[in-house]
């Protein structure tokens, strides 16, 4: 709890406008996606870098736990205030889009801006800024840079680190640091902004952002091929990027998916398909894209496609994605609560990981639906269970931890683009070595020696 003295400083800083404790806040910003619950002692909306750097210092100074929070969508708990404290919230100020080089190929936004509304304002000028996650209508950019988010466009594009050029950032001693400059070159000194991408508000909080931008492709092509098994699928993938050929997306969905959407949507999927695979393919010539569209599709029926659906119109892209978007939400068919994870491997293990994981799936029987982003090797495995019941949440832990060994064995990672935050913290131990572990603490106690900021996450 924090004493009347911290309150009365906090209100001096930001305002009583800004600067809330009464139950209703601490409960709408004591939960994100994971749908764990973890109360802060109060919320604050800084107005400005320099609130932000007056409400370090005295946290720092007075040990009191922060933790900043863009829209709380996160899936591991990235934001959660598991220590109680202060919870930065950047929605109500720090959220304007302060400016767009035309020349530069530059976008510089505070951290509360909505990755969509950044999209939006530099389509309009004819510029792209790819990383779309799913959660791309809410999410910010501070928080897309806090868990180095990904999206269904990473396949060609990249994922946000990708996209970084430079940071603002407030040290938990309140002092603020620049990182990387906006220029296409730069190695000068250490690269601080890539240790604080990814790095969950844990060594500094963010409070601006230099971003690259690109042209604008005038091209898009939508197109979908169903498979009879998921490994006809996957082989399909990797054999199509081996070619020359890289997709904006190429998404899957697998049978299980397939089968809960089409009974929440009746959208006339094929449910007795193994798979199906979901591609866009972009361009500034539409001789271009049209060459790469018939490229996929002989690499879809090479390996075993029995159908290839291009869509027409804009209409029909549309319709043809509804599947994969509505993916999530419709697997809550086959149990009340979704252990969801997101490991990555590398694209032509795609096969031998999912057979391994059907594997799991029969050992414990429970449903494991999974669906992703195969174009980068990331896919999304969704252990189903009854929240209500503690043997089966336990029985689902275990198969979550077996995953996440045959990814590692497999050569790849316990998360792609969600984080580690709180859930995954436990497994560290499966993906990195002793040493390994203490450098990143080493690190952490360099930014942050008092552990003030987002305390408990990523297992440090």
Same mark, same amino acid.
């Given at each position: 709890?924090?004493?009347?003295?911290?309150?009365?400083?906090?209100?001096?800083?930001?305002?009583?406008?800004?600067?809330?404790?009464?139950?209703? +806040?601490?409960?709408?910003?004591?939960?994100?996606?994971?749908?764990?619950?973890?109360?802060?002692?109060?919320?604050?909306?800084?107005?400005?870098?320099?609130?932000?750097?007056?409400?370090?210092?005295?946290?720092?100074?007075?040990?009191?736990?922060?933790?900043?929070?863009?829209?709380?969508?996160?899936?591991?708990?990235?934001?959660?205030?598991?220590?109680?404290?202060?919870?930065?919230?950047?929605?109500?100020?720090?959220?304007?889009?302060?400016?767009?080089?035309? #020349?530069?190929?530059?976008?510089?936004?505070?951290?509360?801006?909505?990755?969509?509304?950044?999209?939006?304002?530099?389509?309009?000028?004819?510029?792209?800024?790819?990383?779309?996650?799913?959660?791309?209508?809410?999410?910010?950019?501070?928080?897309?840079?806090?868990?180095?988010?990904?999206?269904?466009?990473?396949?060609?594009?990249?994922?946000?680190?990708?996209?970084?050029?430079?940071?603002?950032?407030?040290?938990?001693?309140?002092?603020?640091?620049?990182?990387? #400059?906006?220029?296409?070159?730069?190695?000068?000194?250490?690269?601080?902004?890539?240790?604080?991408?990814?790095?969950?508000?844990?060594?500094?909080?963010?409070?601006?952002?230099?971003?690259?931008?690109?042209?604008?492709?005038?091209?898009?092509?939508?197109?979908?091929?169903?498979?009879?098994?998921?490994?006809?699928?996957?082989?399909?993938?990797?054999?199509?990027?081996?070619?020359?050929?890289?997709?904006?997306?190429?998404?899957?969905?697998?049978?299980?998916?397939?089968?809960?959407?089409?009974?929440?949507?009746?959208?006339?999927?094929?449910?007795?398909?193994?798979?199906?695979?979901?591609?866009?393919?972009?361009?500034?010539?539409?001789?271009?894209?049209?060459?790469?569209?018939?490229?996929?599709?002989? #690499?879809?029926?090479?390996?075993?496609?029995?159908?290839?659906?291009?869509?027409?119109?804009?209409?029909?892209?549309?319709?043809?994605?509804?599947?994969?978007?509505?993916?999530?939400?419709?697997?809550?068919?086959?149990?009340?609560?979704?252990?969801?994870?997101?490991?990555?491997?590398?694209?032509?293990?795609?096969?031998?990981?999912?057979?391994?994981?059907?594997?799991?799936?029969?050992?414990?029987?429970?449903?494991?639906?999974?669906?992703?982003?195969?174009?980068?090797?990331?896919?999304?495995?969704?252990?189903?269970?009854?929240?209500?019941?503690?043997?089966?949440?336990?029985?689902?832990?275990?198969?979550?931890?077996?995953?996440?060994?045959?990814?590692?064995?497999?050569?790849?990672?316990?998360?792609?683009? +969600?984080?580690?935050?709180?859930?995954?913290?436990?497994?560290?131990?499966?993906?990195?070595?002793?040493?390994?572990?203490?450098?990143?603490?080493?690190?952490?106690?360099?930014?942050?020696?008092?552990?003030?900021?987002?305390?408990?996450?990523?297992?440090?």
């Amino acid at each position: 709890m924090l004493e009347s003295k911290h309150i009365d400083f906090l209100k001096d800083i930001v305002g009583e406008d800004n600067c809330f404790f009464d139950k209703a +806040h601490k409960i709408a910003y004591c939960y994100d996606a994971t749908k764990e619950r973890y109360e802060p002692d109060c919320v604050v909306f800084p107005r400005s870098e320099e609130d932000i750097s007056s409400i370090l210092r005295y946290c720092n100074e007075n040990a009191i736990a922060v933790v900043p929070r863009g829209s709380g969508s996160g899936f591991t708990g990235g934001s959660l205030p598991s220590s109680g404290g202060v919870i930065l919230a950047f929605e109500k100020h720090l959220n304007k889009i302060k400016e767009i080089d035309i #020349k530069n190929l530059v976008a510089v936004v505070e951290p509360g801006v909505i990755n969509m509304d950044l999209q939006k304002a530099v389509e309009e000028v004819g510029l792209f800024y790819p990383p779309d996650p799913a959660s791309q209508d809410y999410s910010t950019i501070g928080g897309n840079v806090s868990e180095n988010a990904g999206g269904m466009r990473a396949t060609k594009y990249g994922i946000t680190k990708d996209f970084v050029m430079a940071l603002r950032a407030v040290l938990p001693n309140g002092e603020i640091i620049k990182s990387g #400059k906006r220029t296409i070159k730069d190695v000068a000194g250490f690269n601080t902004t890539g240790i604080l991408v990814g790095s969950e508000g844990s060594l500094a909080v963010i409070s601006e952002i230099t971003l690259k931008l690109l042209p604008k492709p005038k091209y898009t092509k939508t197109a979908m091929g169903i498979f009879p098994s998921i490994e006809s699928a996957m082989n399909a993938v990797y054999k199509t990027i081996a070619s020359g050929i890289t997709p904006v997306a190429m998404e899957f969905l697998d049978n299980l998916t397939i089968r809960a959407v089409e009974s929440k949507y009746k959208k006339g999927l094929p449910t007795d398909a193994g798979a199906i695979l979901i591609c866009d393919v972009d361009g500034s010539l539409i001789e271009d894209v049209e060459y790469q569209l018939k490229a996929v599709e002989e #690499k879809f029926l090479e390996n075993g496609a029995s159908e290839f659906k291009k869509a027409n119109s804009e209409s029909e892209a549309k319709d043809i994605w509804f599947s994969r978007r509505n993916a999530s939400q419709s697997i809550t068919i086959y149990g009340s609560k979704k252990l969801n994870e997101d490991i990555t491997v590398p694209r032509s293990k795609l096969p031998e990981l999912l057979e391994e994981i059907a594997k799991v799936s029969k050992k414990y029987d429970l449903k494991i639906p999974c669906f992703g982003h195969t174009g980068d090797g990331n896919v999304h495995t969704n252990v189903m269970v009854e929240g209500g019941s503690k043997e089966q949440l336990e029985i689902g832990h275990k198969a979550i931890e077996e995953i996440f060994q045959i990814a590692i064995n497999l050569g790849g990672t316990l998360s792609g683009e +969600h984080g580690i935050g709180l859930s995954k913290a436990p497994f560290m131990k499966l993906a990195f070595s002793e040493a390994e572990m203490e450098l990143f603490r080493s690190i952490k106690r360099a930014f942050d020696p008092n552990n003030i900021l987002n305390p408990g996450k990523m297992g440090l």
